[in-house]
Structure formats: structure tokens, C-alpha cells
């Protein structure tokens, strides 16, 4: 609404002074409020009092909300009014703000599984928001949307199996929020769901810098794979969570970001990941992809507690260095 009434105005002198200020004539007022010349005479003179239900007409005619009334719906009669007057003078907003509030009332009666897709649109939603109250300065702040923290969204609700293929540089997944997702990873692994995670690289060196977490998670527990891109060059990034969620991300190479992120809960969506994931994982039994976690197993990595213990980093890479190249693993040299 454009601004309340004068503060202490009686309500018949507001009327009379926002019909006078519209020129609206008593009679022009009534027509549009649906009642008689001499109601809207008799308010304007102080010998009646509108009801209500006339208090909100007149505001949303008026385009104002009058003074008065003490009826205990106040805040629901306040809210009435706002969107009538809004409706009069916006009706095309007015049509789509309501059309978007049926949708969230709609979402509330969703089953529970759709928790979390309402929650990635209330978070959209809310940055729209908060970049709309920045207009009318002139000046904008618009923030990034981390698209990793709706994959967390869906993640934190596993309860027995997460499944991942990443494609992206390992890098990728960086800063404080990258640590966020790494951590909440760990955790699921450390309290008993199961966890996969498929990487599919152009070369084994890109694990340098995403070792230290490759580590953490081989000794929490995480199945670890890596195959190499000429393997699977279409490969695209899947999140699989408990056979009920799955999130298919597209990978912009070029400049090296997710272009964009689809969230299903779909049966037939989910099941079509999965055999992805399968196929992609079954590469092992053909020589064409490793299982760090073996890998690991093998060479008696396993007594080391950290990457940094001793000589455990370099034995580390080169233990996947070798298995990449088609190496006979030194695990006698390892061993020792």
C-alpha cells in the first residue's frame, strides 16, 4: 500500500479526504465498494462506523488502509487489505504473487521425501528475495549459488547408501563449503551408511591436491574408485541417496564449474543412475579402474593412521601412480 492513514484522523475524515483526493464522488465510491451513496455519506459525517469487511473494501479502493476497528483478526484483516489494494492497482503481481503462494501452500501436503527438494526452492526463493529489497537503493549484492550446498541437502538424509561419480577436477569442490560436503561424507561412512564414491580423472596427478581427502576417506571407510576418463567419456556427476534421491549435475569443462544440477525422486530416474553407477564400478573387474581402498590394503598402507606419518605421502602416491600406469605395485619396498 502506498502509506497508512494520518494518525489520529478520524476514519470518516480520512474517507472523505482520500475520495476528495481521487476525485471520487460519494456516489463513484459506493458503485466501486458495492454499497449505498448514503452509507458512505453517513461514514464521511461520523454516524457510522464501517464494518470490517466495508473497512477493507474501502481501504483497497481507496488505496490505503483506514484507522479503526478492534476485531481480533486484526493481523489476518491487515493482510486482506494489503492484497486487495495491491489487486487494484497491480493485478498482474497480485495474480502471480498468489499463484506462487498456492504453490508453497500446495508443497506443505507433499510426502516426506520432497523435504528437501521444497527446501533447495525456499532457499532460491529467499535470494530472490533478498536481491528484490536491494532495488530502490540503486545498488545490488547479488550472492553465488553454490549449487553443493543443495547436494547437501539431499545428502544429509541418507541413512543406509550414498553412491557418488564425480567428474569434475577434483579441485572443484574447494573452499569452506567443499570442506562441508567432505566432512559430512566422512561422517556418514563413520556412522555405518555405506558410501561409493566413483572419480573419473584424465590422469592420476589431479589427485595430488585432493590426496589428504582421499586418505580420510579410505580410512573412514569410503569405497574409493578411480577410472580413468578415457573409460568413460561420458561420464556425468551422480549423487544416488538410500535408492530414493538422485541429483545428475552438468559439468561445464570449459570453465571448469556445474553448469547445472537436476534433483529426482523419480523411480525410474533413480534407477537409471544406479545402473551408471554399476557400470561405472564393474570397470575394476576389467583392469580399468582402481579401488584405492585395496589398493591401500595391499601395499600395507594400512598401519599408517595419517598422510603425513613418516613417509606415508609419498608412498601413497606412489602406490596410485603405479597402479595407474599399469605398475607392478613394489610391495615389498612399501612393506618395509
Given amino acids: 500500500m502506498s502509506r497508512s ?28 465498494v458495492g454499497c449505498s451513496r448514503s452509507l458512505i455519506q453517513q461514514i464521511e459525517n461520523g454516524k457510522r462506523i464501517p464494518s470490517p469487511a466495508q473497512r477493507e473494501k474501502l481501504s483497497a479502493v481507496l488505496g490505503e488502509r483506514l484507522p479503526g476497528g478492534d476485531e481480533t483478526d486484526a493481523e ?19 495474480n502471480r504473487v498468489l499463484a506462487l503462494a498456492q504453490t508453497l501452500a500446495a508443497l506443505e501436503d507433499t510426502g516426506e521425501d520432497l523435504v ?50 564425480h567428474t569434475a577436477e ?21 556412522s555405518g551408511v555405506s558410501v561409493q564414491r566413483v572419480y573419473v580423472l584424465d590422469d592420476v596427478v589431479n589427485v595430488t591436491s585432493y590426496e589428504d581427502k582421499l586418505w580420510q576417506q579410505v580410512r573412514a571407510g569410503v569405497e574409493t574408485t578411480l577410472v580413468n576418463r578415457e573409460f568413460a567419456p561420458n561420464a556425468q556427476g551422480i549423487l544416488i541417496v538410500d535408492g530414493s534421491y538422485v541429483l545428475a549435475g552438468d559439468y561445464d569443462f570449459r570453465r571448469r564449474e556445474r553448469d547445472s544440477s537436476r534433483f529426482s525422486t523419480l523411480r525410474h530416474d533413480v534407477q537409471a543412475a544406479q545402473r551408471k553407477f554399476n557400470h561405472l564400478r564393474e570397470l575394476r573387474s576389467y583392469g580399468m579402474a582402481l579401488v584405492v581402498n585395496d589398493l591401500v590394503e595391499r601395499t600395507g598402507l594400512t598401519h599408517y593412521e595419517r598422510l603425513e606419518q613418516e613417509d606415508c605421502r609419498a608412498r601413497f602416491r606412489t602406490v596410485l601412480r603405479r597402479a595407474w600406469n599399469n605398475e607392478k605395485p613394489d610391495t615389498e619396498g612399501l612393506r618395509s
Fill in 5 to 32: 492513514a494520518w494518525d489520529g484522523e478520524p476514519i470518516g475524515t480520512t474517507v472523505k479526504r482520500l475520495r476528495r483526493q481521487r476525485s471520487l464522488t460519494q456516489e463513484a465510491l459506493a458503485l466501486r
Fill in 170 to 190: 577434483l579441485g572443484a569442490i574447494g573452499g569452506d563449503v567443499g570442506d562441508e560436503y567432505h566432512r559430512a561424507i566422512l561422517g556418514k561412512a563413520r
Fill in 116 to 165: 528437501p527438494l521444497r527446501e533447495i526452492a525456499e532457499r532460491q526463493l529467499a535470494r530472490a528475495e533478498e536481491v528484490l529489497t536491494q532495488i530502490p537503493s540503486g545498488s545490488v549484492v547479488v550472492r553465488e549459488w553454490n549449487t553443493v550446498i543443495d547436494w547437501l541437502t539431499v545428502l544429509d538424509r541418507a541413512q543406509e547408501r550414498i553412491c557418488a561419480i
Fill in 76 to 94: 489476518t484483516s491487515e493482510l486482506r487489505i494489503r492484497f486487495n489494494i495491491l489487486l487494484g492497482e497491480k493485478p498482474d503481481i497480485a
